[in-house]
């Protein structure tokens, strides 16, 4: 049970937009409209940003960048803003000590927009002297923060048309398919791990990937063509077991060719190596 809270946790936020209900309050003998809406409450990446210590003077605090240049907080917000002050920025900072040893790690994140994409979350550790060294960037995980400081990273967003639409998913006839898509990281000593997995989870990938190996096969007749989702489910899968099991290609790969032995499988395996690798250039774990 303790693998599928964390899925929650990660689970991708949807926006949902509520119709105004109208109610007539008179005034005067005049109707006036008044909105009435549901408000969502916020999630654990939202809250942590919201509630924690901010930098007052960000023209005074450097960045040491991942290219080894140097550049003031204030102009990397800036260059997050794409250079307009005036235009809308979906970003935020936060101070906290992430590993517990005294020192208090820089966090920025930011939305970048478009469609299903995308957040970026930057860590940078103290040097003194209000200079920061960058660390690590997580990218389109909707990678949720939680109290504890632990940081569960999906793989929705990177796999969402993986043979199939974003917002397809897979529907489990038989009640035992155990839903699998993140993994938790946490910062330890200037590193982000991934906190490995154990004999439970590879029972439940084994098992899951069992389940979906053995439905009828659906063809694809085309490049772009769609399923309703199974193979995506497959691939959310064998991602967790690839980063939650030492990163290693070969020993994923046996486990696929394990379970699934329809026709694509070469096709199916050239695409998901493809969108590990560039997984891997867009994040820092």
Known sequence: MGYIKKITAGCISFLFWIHPVFSQ?????????????????????TIF????????????????????????????????????????????HVLSDLDNDGKKELLIWNYTGGAHCCDEIWLFRPLGNSLYQYTHKLFAGNTQITAGKEFVYNFHEQLGYFFTCFACGYEDSTGRLVPLAAVSLRYQQGKLLVQPGDTALKKIINANLSLLGSRPFQALDEEWSQDDGWRKEIALNLAV??????????????LFLKHY?????????????????????????
Request: hydrophobic share 30%; charged share 35%.
């Open 241 to 254: 077991f690839y980063y939650s099991f030492g990163r290693n290609l070969s020993a994923t790969r046996q």
């Open 25 to 45: 309050v008179e005034t005067d003998t005049v109707f006036y409209p008044r909105d009435s809406v549901i408000e969502l409450p916020p999630d654990p990446t």
């Open 49 to 92: 940003f919201q509630e924690g210590e901010k930098i007052k003077t960000p023209d005074k605090v450097r960045l040491r960048l991942k290219n080894k240049k140097q550049q003031t907080l204030a102009a990397f917000f800036k260059e997050l803003g794409y250079g307009d002050p005036d235009s809308p920025q979906f970003m935020d």
């Open 261 to 285: 032995r329809h026709p694509d499988a070469v096709r199916f395996w050239d695409r998901f190596r493809e969108q590990i690798r560039y997984i891997r250039t867009q994040n820092d774990f």
